[in-house]
């Protein structure tokens, strides 16, 4: 609100100098202060360098960093499996619509790949991310978290919907290519949204590059090694 009646009040000054000043004095007086509103903006705009840590501060992050790693590894781990059961799913219906496999036999698949789901899922629920880091790691770990399972959620929903629409007790229609026409149906209908946690992981390495820096370089002098920041690339 101040920089709104500021804004209003030079624009008054200067309807006022430019009635009662000469024109060439007025306009020296707007270039001087464009270029002194300009030196202001880039002053408050500049990036800042941020304060170097102290011993302590570092010590905090990598005991930090011990804890995130296994839980990434982890979590990585499991998305990875999301994907294989997402990429079995449509191997699943495209053997379907190519004639590879008939109703019965894609019905058992989609049951296996159901249940595969459902474990899988419960897993990720039980992956928390460690108590003892703090807010700034915890809450994007548990916004990721979050927005996994809904993701998890939407795969198995799509694949339990599609299992029962195979459901040869239940299935009307008996020509094999009409019933693939269906199960795709459901897939695009039931498809989850993209995984987007590229905020968040930014977030976390963000604060963990100070350590991560360190480690470069302790991996350049001696070779042991490696960059943490790789962890949060894969």
């Keep these: 609100m101040l920089i709104y009646i500021l804004a209003i009040l030079v624009i008054l000054l200067l309807i006022i100098l430019f009635r009662y000043l000469p024109r060439r004095v007025f306009l020296i007086f707007v270039t001087l202060l464009i270029v002194l509103g300009g030196i202001v903006f880039r002053i408050q705009t500049a990036e800042r360098t941020p304060e170097p840590l102290t011993l302590?501060?570092?010590?905090?992050?990598?005991?930090?960093q011990e804890l995130f790693t296994p839980w990434w590894g982890t979590y990585q781990k499991q998305i990875?499996?999301?994907d294989r059961?997402?990429?079995r799913y449509h191997q699943i219906l495209s053997d379907a619509k190519e004639g590879e496999t008939d109703l019965?036999?894609?019905y058992v698949r989609l049951v296996d790949l159901e249940r595969d789901t459902q474990?899988?899922?419960a897993r990720i629920e039980q992956n928390a991310p460690p108590t003892e880091l703090s807010n700034r790691v915890y809450d994007p770990l548990a916004v990721i978290l979050a927005k996994t399972n809904d993701y998890a959620a939407a795969e198995q929903k799509?694949?339990?919907l599609t299992r029962a629409a195979a459901d040869p007790a239940a299935m009307k229609e008996r020509n094999p290519a009409e019933q693939a026409r269906l199960l795709e149906l459901v897939m695009?209908?039931?498809s989850p949204v993209a995984l987007f946690i590229s905020d968040?992981?930014?977030?976390?390495?963000?604060?963990?590059?100070?350590?991560?820096?360190?480690?470069?370089?302790?991996?350049?002098r001696g070779g042991e090694q490696e960059d943490d920041e790789k962890l949060l690339d894969k």
């Design 158 to 160: 799509a694949i339990t």
């Design 188 to 190: 695009l209908r039931e």
């Design 85 to 87: 059961n997402w990429m």
């Design 80 to 82: 990875a499996e999301l």
């Design 56 to 64: 302590e501060e570092r010590a905090a992050i990598a005991r930090e």
């Design 104 to 106: 019965e036999i894609t």
């Design 119 to 121: 474990e899988l899922r």
């Design 200 to 220: 968040e992981v930014g977030l976390i390495r963000r604060y963990f590059a100070p350590v991560s820096s360190s480690h470069e370089e302790a991996g350049e």
